[in-house]
């Protein structure tokens, strides 16, 4: 079975400055994808950013890249100059190998960007 | 382009009622899925379609029913409701497995349901 913990309950940051959400993932399956997802207080989920088990280079976009650590089982998000409207919720998933292709959930860190 | 859309917003009911919720999505997307979010909580799997005129069960299928009507619609029917279904429920697509090993099936989420049994 696949497991993701997000240890951090709740992150602040100052405006500008970079933060780090952790994210750790338990897998039995060679080929796997990792998601991050922000919820805002609206509800909606945003894709933010995605890492492939068998990528080479961490992905990156924008301010948002993702530390992956293959050996550790770890996939970080780091957002860098962070910005008031980062204020939300935000969720690492775990996409599994097979055909069914659904999105297994951390608990969620909840971040807020401080002036 | 209105990516995936669910129907109802907010829903209030009963012990017992039945409701039916709806998804629909304009991507041509072969895998549609239906998770719950309960508060201070992720998402957890509660049925999902990987392609039309499939569907099997995900992690919390208890309670639930769904059909995949057509490579657009997956809808999510509570027969009986009780209080422990009170939660956010999210419609998603992806491209699926049909859509090649290259693809990378980012899931496209609608804008939830607000389920509230009493």
């Known amino acids: 079975a696949q497991k993701i913990t997000q240890t951090q309950p709740g992150m602040f940051v100052q405006e500008k400055e970079a933060v780090t959400l952790d994210c750790t993932y338990d897998t039995s399956d060679p080929s796997y994808g990792l998601f991050w997802y922000k919820q805002p207080s609206s509800g909606e989920m945003i894709f933010l950013i995605y890492?492939?088990?068998?990528?080479?280079q961490n992905a990156t976009e924008g301010r948002y890249s993702l530390n992956f650590q293959k050996a550790r089982k770890s996939a970080n998000l780091v957002i860098s100059a962070s910005q008031l409207g980062d204020s939300a919720m935000y969720f690492c998933?775990?996409?599994?190998?097979?055909?069914?292709?659904?999105?297994?959930f951390g608990s969620g860190t909840r971040l807020q960007v401080q002036p | 382009n209105a990516g995936v859309t669910q129907t109802p917003k907010f829903q209030v009911l009963k012990t017992g009622q039945s409701m039916t919720l709806q998804c629909a999505q304009d991507m041509n997307h072969n895998s549609m899925y239906w998770y719950r979010q309960d508060p201070g909580m992720g998402l957890r799997l509660i049925y999902y379609s990987a392609s039309e005129g499939t569907t099997d069960k995900g992690e919390v299928p208890n309670g639930y029913n769904v059909s995949r009507l057509n490579k657009r619609e997956f809808s999510l029917r509570l027969e009986s409701a009780a209080p422990s279904q009170t939660s956010v429920y999210f419609c998603?697509?992806?491209?699926?497995?049909?859509?090649?090993?290259?693809?990378?099936?980012?899931?496209?989420f609608g804008p939830g349901t607000r389920l509230t049994v009493l």
């Open positions: 890492q492939g088990s068998y990528d080479q």
């Open positions: 998933a775990m996409r599994d190998g097979t055909g069914r292709r659904a999105l297994t």
């Open positions: 998603a697509s992806s491209p699926g497995v049909l859509a090649g090993p290259s693809s990378y099936n980012e899931q496209f």
